[in-house]
């Protein structure tokens, strides 16, 4: 494993859940974070961004996608992050990275063999 894969792996863990959040939401946007943890209002992102927990698997989910966003802004602007979360991607049967990772609650690693893979190959 890269020492950029090491480092966002570990920041994953690390990274406590208001400021993670909070770092994915002034990336992402907060519908796209509302999305990624599987609610319907951007409250709930606020208030996880203020010291409220989301449920787990809705944090494990949020953990994946700071993961995979700590690696890619490694080698791309943040508008080239967003649009890979939101863009079909052949890596995940032609399905966006935000919705494999909803759906599959962040446990299939074959979202962060995309993240790299794209990476890596741009």
Known sequence: MAAIEVTAYAASVRTDVPELVDELRNLLGAQLVAYLAGVK????????????????????????????????LERDRPRVVQAWFQGMNPQLDDVSPARFILETDGADPRVIAAAQAFAANG
Do not use: M
């Open 41 to 72: 209002e951007t409250r709930a992102v606020r208030q996880w961004a203020e010291g409220r927990n989301p449920q787990p698997r809705q944090e494990q989910r949020l953990r994946v996608a700071f993961r995979v966003t700590k690696l890619l």
